[in-house]
């Protein structure tokens, strides 16, 4: 080898780059994970007004009805099937708020 024939040294690589690269996948997963909760948390409480509402809805219009037997030629049969769907109404809202507890409380728990 001659003096201006120089061999290139091997560049060593930095071990902070791959540290530094798995705290970043780090952080983005807990970032993720953050905007997750934030938005399992949202649902939650948007789901929550909504049975609020629909049992204050539910309220109203089940004192409407059970009144409405006191009348002379109530229908029987309209006012058990009215009962009967304004009951599997606020059950399927109550249903749905219940799973977006679940998910919520799953997903808290987890972190």
């Not at 780059?17 to 953050?34: H, N, T, W």
């Not at 948007?46 to 409405?68: G, K, P, T």
């Not at 009962?83 to 249903?95: A, C, F, G, H, Y």
Request: charged share 30%; with cysteine.
């Amino acid at each position: 080898m001659e003096a201006g024939d120089e061999v290139p040294m091997a560049l060593q690589e930095d071990d902070n780059s791959e540290e530094a690269y798995d705290v970043d996948e780090e952080m983005l997963k807990a970032e993720e994970k953050r905007l997750q909760i934030s938005s399992l948390e949202w649902e939650l409480r948007e789901s929550q007004r909504h049975v609020i509402q629909s049992c204050v809805n539910f309220h109203d219009m089940a004192c409407d009805l059970y009144n409405s037997a006191d009348t002379n030629g109530f229908d029987r049969v309209h006012y058990a099937k009215k009962w009967r769907n304004l009951l599997n109404e606020i059950v399927d809202i109550q249903k749905g708020a219940l799973i977006k507890a679940t998910e919520f409380v799953n997903a808290i728990e987890g972190s």
